[in-house]
């Protein structure tokens, strides 16, 4: 037998000798026992021999007898012979399976040796490997001490980051106003006028000079801020290409490809994921909405019909309970990244509503707002505490977030799917916690004198309401700034709409555009006068959007 129970060749070589003698033996005492039959045989024959004297008969039945003995022993003496051969044959069978068995031994011996070589070897590289492994998981133990200690030093250097970047903007103001000057155009030359003197941005700035003011508001956006970026000025100031950057008569698609003409919207939305791409994978959840305010109403330009087409579908604005602005039913599309974004955007750019003027071959005739929400969880309510509060005179530092994004309720999961509603807070949970922040971004139609504009019927109708909405807005951030104790947000469709962001809990940036031409000084005073207004407006400090209070889920 083997030592691990198998049965060896050897052993089975000499089972098999074994039973090749026994038979051996069998076939030897059966030889014996012909050749005992056959004396008998031949004593029988004496006998009958002695006898022949006797009838003829009784010798003719001995002479039958004899025949067949002799049959008999023929038959015999042939078996016999065959069984020798058989026996020579075993015999050499045997010599060969002898020889085999030892072969076989010889060869099990070397390859336990050779095995027993391997195990040996294997176990010092083991123990080898071992004590290697003990170097290396100290050496992971300090490195692991040390990236912890880096870690939390990160973290305190990135909440101080915070709170000098946001007293940073609360120093700047919260709410600013930028004024850029268009540059000539064609026309404006071929009328001979000269140009203002004035300047803030030059007619040479270029887009990206521009958005290196507002950037650093969409830091603060992810810091748990709201953000209105509007763009205010007469038709043909250049608040389209300010927000959106160029467009043609016949195709109004933004394209990520010029990315030295792209308007604040494209960039800020870029730079909003460029953000998110730093924090915790699927920490944010971005959901865009386009609507438009035309002739005082308000229509989703993503809404879609029973085809999937979209198609502008009026929209109402409500108070909440709150005192929030809401707009009941409208759409919102989740979007992943910027070029995702661009062509929602480019869906409800194609439904704006556009008109020629003498002013502007393609102006504007509603005011475009575009919404970004974006949705955060927190692992605690303290994540999400204002940097400053009411009580505390001094910055504290509040505690890191770590986010993960669901897709709707169920088994206490949440799950947000895509959907056609207004944002609300979502319910939380004793370990879910929630904070929405928005950035808006509106271009605003352009303010129009009707006789220099030169429109007629539906154009006339569209400016009157362009002209009313605007003077609303001038209105109601007058009311603001005298602090008066009504507010005339719901005037105008488009003071309710951006109720939030005039009034609320918002960092505000109004960006002027004014035309470079002398002709329209009026114009141009008149938008700056606007600025002035907004400038005047005077704000408590903007505070972080607070998490809902946690409670357990029904």
């Known amino acids: 037998m083997r030592p691990d129970g198998g049965i060896s060749p050897s052993f089975v070589a000499q089972q098999r000798i074994r039973q090749l003698e026994q038979k051996l033996r069998a076939k030897e005492e059966r030889i014996v026992v012909l050749e ?142 930028h004024c850029r000057i268009r540059p000539l ?42 953000v209105c970026i509007m763009a205010y000025g007469q038709t043909g100031s250049g608040k389209t290409y300010t927000m959106l950057g160029p467009q043609s008569e016949d195709d109004v698609t933004l394209s990520i490809e010029d990315e030295l003409e792209l308007g604040i919207i494209p960039r800020a939305t870029e730079e909003v994921f460029r953000l998110i791409s730093e924090k915790p994978s699927g920490s944010h959840w971005v959901e865009v909405s386009v609507v438009e305010v035309y002739n005082n109403e308000i229509f989703d330009l993503l809404a879609k019909d029973s085809c999937g087409r979209v198609f502008g579908v009026k929209r109402d604005v409500v108070t909440t309970k709150e005192g929030k602005s809401d707009v009941p039913l409208l759409t919102y599309e989740t979007v ?99 904070i929405k922040t928005k950035l808006q971004l509106v271009d605003l139609a352009g303010s129009e004198c009707v006789g220099m504009s030169g429109v007629t019927g539906v154009a006339l109708r569209e400016t009157s309401f362009i002209n009313r909405s605007l003077s609303a807005l001038s209105d109601v951030l007058g009311a603001i700034a005298e602090q008066r104790s009504h507010i005339p947000y719901r005037n105008s469709k488009l003071t309710h709409l951006l109720q939030d962001s005039i009034g609320g809990n918002a960092k505000l940036l109004v960006m002027l555009c004014v035309s470079p031409c002398q002709k329209y000084v009026a114009e141009s005073l008149q938008s700056l006068g606007f600025g002035t207004r907004a400038r005047q407006v005077q704000r408590g400090q903007v505070k972080k959007r607070n998490l809902p209070v946690s409670s357990k889920s029904k």
């Open 36 to 177: 005992t039959e056959n004396a008998l045989l031949h004593l029988k024959l004496a006998e009958c021999r002695g006898l022949i004297g006797r009838d003829t008969n009784e010798v003719a039945q001995l002479n039958f007898v004899h025949d067949k003995q002799q049959n008999l022993c023929r038959s015999t003496s042939s078996v016999i012979i065959q069984v020798y051969g058989a026996i020579q044959r075993l015999k050499r069978d045997l010599k060969n399976l002898h020889s085999f068995a030892l072969e076989l031994s010889r060869d099990f011996q070397h390859q336990c040796k050779n095995s027993l070589y391997q195990v040996l070897t294997a176990v010092q590289r083991i123990q080898l490997q071992n004590e290697a492994m003990q170097t290396f998981q100290t050496k992971a133990f300090d490195l692991e001490q040390s990236l912890q200690e880096v870690n939390e030093r990160y973290q305190q250097e990135k909440q101080k980051r915070k709170i000098l970047h946001n007293s940073l903007v609360e120093l700047r103001g919260n709410i600013r106003v």
């Open 185 to 226: 155009l064609p026309f404006d030359t071929a009328s001979g006028h000269s140009v203002s003197q004035d300047r803030v941005y030059s007619a040479a700035e270029s887009q990206d000079t521009v958005f290196a003011d507002v950037a650093p508001l969409l830091t603060s956006l992810l810091d748990g801020y709201n």
């Open 336 to 434: 992943e990244n910027a070029v995702e974004f661009l062509q929602l955007v480019d869906k409800g750019l194609q439904l704006r509503v556009k008109h020629p003027t003498l002013v502007h071959a393609h102006s504007s005739r509603s005011h475009l707002v575009v919404t970004l929400t974006i949705t955060m969880k927190a692992v605690s309510a303290d994540s999400f505490a204002p940097l400053w509060t009411d009580e505390e005179s001094s910055p504290r530092l509040s505690k890191e977030l770590f986010c993960t994004f669901p897709q709707q309720v169920k088994d206490d999961k949440l799950i947000f799917p895509s959907r056609a509603s207004s944002p609300a807070q979502f319910e939380s949970t004793e370990k879910l916690k929630h």
